[in-house]
């Protein structure tokens, strides 16, 4: 069956520093594979896409890999700050192109 | 824009009561999607439409959920009858694939407390 995966745990990083999040997904093929941040309390909201045809997509500090190859997406946050702390779902399309899956997500908490 | 609007934003009713959800998408949007989300099984599609047209509603749990769009402006999911179980957060989200762009515009969600 199709299944995607975040890490469960809490990341914990200090302000400065990178984060990486990791999204890995297995019995899917999907075109394009997106990211959300989401506070307490509030509906995701949409960070970045990426498309199957593509390895890396940036914006502002924020970078999202896509290897089709291991099934997996990075989301890279550089230079984090305590406002970058929210919890972030990956979302693979399937069966359509508006169809989306989300994984559990992963919580980051960045420290001062 | 005010984004996609959801009422109520909180609901408590007791079991066996009917519940109805309502949201509003972006204007200009033709696809809207309906979500719930519990902290075990994390955010779950439940059904989508586009143009109005319910396309897939194979989340939709079991036959006391139910959904309309009855035009492009407004959209419901209702629960009869209801059951602790359904206690949740709901979102409605809606997305339009004009200019070749699938994000999905989320809602502030409706929690849902069923007694």
């Known amino acids: 069956s199709q299944k995607i995966e975040q890490n469960s745990e809490a990341l914990n990083i200090q302000e400065g520093k990178t984060a990486t999040l990791t999204c890995n997904y297995t019995?899917?093929?999907?075109?394009?594979l997106q990211w959300y941040r989401q506070d307490p309390g509030r509906g995701p909201v949409f960070l970045l896409l990426?498309?199957?045809?593509?390895k890396e997509k940036r914006k502002e500090r924020l970078k999202v890999t896509f290897d089709t190859t291991l099934k997996q997406s990075l989301f890279h946050i550089t230079a984090s700050q305590p406002a970058d702390s929210a919890t972030y779902l990956c979302a693979l399309v399937s069966g359509g192109y508006n169809k989306l899956i989300f994984g559990a997500g992963t919580r980051l908490a960045v420290h001062p | 824009d005010a984004g996609v609007i959801q009422s109520p934003r909180h609901e408590v009713t007791e079991m066996g009561q009917e519940v109805t959800l309502r949201c509003k998408p972006i204007?200009?949007?033709?696809?809207l999607f309906w979500y719930r989300q519990t902290m075990m099984r994390g955010l779950e599609l439940l059904i989508y439409f586009n143009n109005n047209v319910p396309i897939d509603d194979s989340g939709m749990p079991e036959d006391r959920f139910s959904a309309k769009m009855p035009n492009a402006s407004f959209s419901t999911l209702k629960i009869q009858p209801s059951e602790p179980r359904d206690s949740a957060v709901y979102f409605c989200?809606?997305?339009?694939?004009?200019?070749?762009?699938?994000?999905?515009?989320f809602g502030p969600g409706t929690r849902l407390t069923v007694t």
């Open positions: 989200a809606s997305s339009t694939t004009s200019g070749g762009r699938y994000e999905q515009y």
């Open positions: 019995n899917y093929s999907p075109a394009y």
């Open positions: 990426i498309r199957e045809n593509e």
């Open positions: 204007s200009g949007h033709d696809y």
